[in-house]
Antibody, heavy 122, light 109 residues
């Protein structure tokens, strides 16, 4: 059974940092692209970042470039999102999701974690 | 504002059919495959349709997808109250990003 379990969320002050983790099990983690998506309260899904299966390709939405870093440890089956210089508008539930598809063009996300709430407030 | 355009809401009676549109550009939908996700209240999204029209194992054939040019459509037949949820389209974009629609809230009257 595929499982994705996020952790590391919480309350942080503006300008602070936080690291989210996503522990994966039940599939060949090292063969899957992985993504972070967030959802602000009452809002829709917003893609944050994606990392290729080997970790050599990383892409980000413009609003987090230079502040967030996606990484993965394939030996530990874990995905990370390092978030720095956090802003109030980063407040959201952050989901990790498992990617699938022969190419980036075919990309879709067949399993999602339960989400981790990040609240940026003083 | 989302890159892909969806209607904010749709509604229909139980047993009826509804369609949800998703409009994009040649950079995204026009040259890539579309997927659809269902998000029940308070729960993580779930994959409904991938590669435009394929259903994952366990998704009933009441759900269907199609794509034409730079637009895609999700169809749901035999509506049930349990289908009330938010629905999102998503795809890869040639600018090396993943894009989603703003979401459509389905109400089963």
């Amino acid at each position: 059974e595929v499982q994705l379990l996020e952790s590391g969320g919480g309350l942080v002050q503006p300008g602070g940092s936080l690291r989210l983790s996503c522990a994966a099990s039940g599939f060949m983690f090292g063969y899957s692209a992985m993504m972070w998506v967030r959802q602000a309260p009452g809002r829709g899904l917003e893609w944050v970042s994606i990392i290729s299966d080997t970790g050599d390709k990383k892409y980000y939405t413009d609003s987090v470039k230079g502040r967030f870093t996606i990484s993965r440890d394939n030996s530990e089956n874990t995905l990370y999102l390092h978030m720095n210089t956090l802003r109030a508008e980063d407040t959201a539930v952050y989901y990790c999701a498992k990617g699938r598809g022969a190419t980036w063009s075919h990309l879709h996300f067949d399993y999602w974690g339960q989400g981790a709430l990040v609240t940026v407030s003083s | 504002q989302s890159v892909l355009t969806q209607p904010p809401s749709v509604s229909a009676a139980p047993g009826q059919k509804v369609t949800i549109s998703c409009s994009g550009t040649s950079s995204n939908i026009g040259n890539n495959y579309v997927s659809w996700y269902q998000q029940l209240p308070g729960i993580a999204p779930k994959l409904l349709i991938y590669e435009n029209d394929k259903r994952p194992s366990g998704i009933p054939d009441r759900f269907s997808g199609s794509k034409s040019g730079t637009s895609a459509t999700l169809g749901i037949t035999g509506l049930q109250t349990g289908d009330e949820a938010d629905y999102y389209c998503g795809t890869w974009d040639g600018r090396l990003i993943v894009v989603f629609g703003g979401g459509t809230k389905l109400t089963v009257l």
